[in-house]
Every structure is written in structure tokens, then in C-alpha cells.
């Protein structure tokens, strides 16, 4: 009766074994599993804490990114701006440029009315000027009337139709008349009077021109008292 007892050892040690492993496997899952949600849970924390960082940071460069959109347009409207005073700067240039060369012209036309008073000791201002306009003013000419200006001199130039002159009364004539026989000095004053001299009614009788050999010295002077020099 003895044997069955003796025989039922070896099992109890094999169910205590399993009972221990049992509580070890269990205990195990219950660390891992402890750990494994710590880990999670803190993984999860700094996810969301990584997620609120990123959302932080992507507001600040779209307010960074507006702020540049706005510079941007600023900067635009400053370049328009800009672009506006270039041209208005431009366009009062350009207009100063032509008040500054019209006042260059009437600075010049009134030194040559100037001059051409001077020369006179009663000057004739009805034969330089036109009469006055709507608002009193007098637009004087460089010459008289029947004159051509060339190159800042008057030109006369007679035709007459039925009494010649001598040379010395043509002389004569030009000195009543506060000038001189042309003294011909340049190739293209040369051409200025031969274009509005452009017949003759014989040899003889043409245009007195300020040339003569009245000294009797062998040359031809011009009446200023150079000497001729081209042929």
C-alpha cells in the first residue's frame, strides 16, 4: 500500500516547478508589459511634444513667410514709387534742358540786338523790329528788313533796275547804311552769296564785292585791308 505514495513525487516536483514557472512567465509579462507601456507612453509624450514643436514651428514661418510677402509688396510699391520720380525726374530734365536752350537762344538773339544797337547812336527801331503786339512786346530781328543773316552778319544784296552804281558809290551806299562791301573770308560765305547772286546782265555790270586795287601797290585788298589770298 506503500508504493502508490512514493510514486507520486517525481509529479508534485514537476507541478511546483510549473507553478513557479507559471508565476515567473507571469510576472515577466506583467514587467514587460509595464515597460513596454512606460516606453510607449513616454514615446508617445514626445511624439506630441515633437508635434506641438513642429506646429509652433510652422506658424512662425508662415507669419515669417507673410512678413516676406508683405516686404516683398512693399518693396514692390517702393520700386514703382521710385520709378515714378525716375520719370517725372526724367520728363523735368527733358523740359529744363529745352527752357534752359530756349533761354540760350534769347540770350544770344538779345546780345546780337544788343550789338546791333550799339553800333547805332539813334537806333532805327522800326527797321529791326515788328510793331508791338497784344501784350506791348516788339519782336526785333537780327536785320533789317531786306537783309539775309549768315553766320551772325547781315547780307543786302541790290538788284538794281535802272541806275548802276560805281563801285565807290556802291561803297558809299553800304556806308549810309552802317555797313560795308562784303569781305568774302570762307569758302562756305563764298557760296552763301554766289546762291543769291545767281545772274549777271553782262561783263560789265554784275555785283560790287569789298576787293579792290585802289592802293596801287600791285595787290588786291579787301576793303578791311587784308589781303586777297585764293585766286
Known amino acids: 500500500d506503500e508504493r502508490p505514495a512514493l510514486h507520486s513525487q517525481p509529479f508534485r516536483g514537476v507541478a511546483v516547478c510549473l507553478g513557479?514557472?507559471?508565476?515567473?512567465?507571469?510576472?515577466?509579462?506583467?514587467?514587460?508589459?509595464?515597460?513596454?507601456?512606460?516606453?510607449?507612453s513616454e514615446h508617445t509624450t514626445k511624439l506630441v511634444r515633437d508635434l506641438e514643436q513642429?506646429?509652433?514651428?510652422?506658424?512662425?514661418?508662415?507669419?515669417a513667410n507673410q512678413d516676406l510677402t508683405n516686404l516683398n509688396?512693399?518693396?514692390?510699391?517702393?520700386?514703382?514709387?521710385?520709378q515714378s520720380?525716375?520719370?517725372?525726374?526724367?520728363?523735368?530734365?527733358?523740359?529744363?534742358?529745352?527752357?534752359?536752350?530756349?533761354?540760350?537762344?534769347?540770350?544770344?538773339?538779345l546780345n546780337w540786338n544788343l550789338r546791333v544797337?550799339?553800333?547805332?547812336?539813334?537806333?532805327?527801331?522800326?527797321?529791326?523790329?515788328s510793331p508791338k503786339d497784344d501784350v506791348g512786346e516788339r519782336k526785333c530781328?537780327?536785320?533789317?528788313?531786306?537783309?539775309?543773316?549768315?553766320?551772325?552778319?547781315?547780307?543786302?544784296?541790290?538788284?538794281?533796275?535802272?541806275?548802276?552804281k560805281t563801285w565807290e558809290q556802291s561803297?558809299?551806299?553800304?556806308?549810309?547804311?552802317?555797313?560795308?562791301?562784303v569781305v568774302i573770308g570762307s569758302q562756305k560765305e563764298q557760296e552763301f552769296i554766289h546762291n543769291h547772286t545767281q545772274f549777271y546782265f553782262d561783263?560789265?555790270?554784275?555785283?560790287?564785292?569789298?576787293?579792290?586795287?585802289?592802293?596801287?601797290?600791285g595787290l588786291w585788298l579787301w576793303v578791311n585791308g587784308s589781303q586777297q589770298t585764293d585766286g
Open 20 to 40: 513557479v514557472f507559471c508565476v515567473l512567465l507571469v510576472s515577466a509579462i506583467i514587467g514587460l508589459y509595464v515597460y513596454f507601456s512606460t516606453a510607449l
Open 54 to 63: 513642429l506646429t509652433d514651428a510652422r506658424a512662425l514661418l508662415l507669419a
Open 73 to 82: 509688396n512693399n518693396l514692390s510699391t517702393a520700386n514703382h514709387i521710385l
Open 85 to 109: 520720380d525716375y520719370s517725372n525726374v526724367s520728363t523735368a530734365n527733358q523740359r529744363l534742358a529745352a527752357e534752359k536752350e530756349a533761354l540760350s537762344r534769347a540770350r544770344d538773339r
Open 117 to 129: 544797337i550799339y553800333q547805332f547812336e539813334d537806333f532805327p527801331v522800326n527797321e529791326y523790329c
Open 141 to 164: 530781328n537780327p536785320c533789317r528788313s531786306g537783309w539775309m543773316l549768315f553766320q551772325s552778319s547781315c547780307y543786302q544784296i541790290l538788284y538794281p533796275t535802272n541806275l548802276w
Open 171 to 181: 561803297r558809299e551806299h553800304c556806308s549810309q547804311n552802317n555797313a560795308d562791301l
Open 203 to 217: 561783263m560789265y555790270h554784275g555785283y560790287w564785292i569789298g576787293l579792290t586795287d585802289k592802293a596801287n601797290v
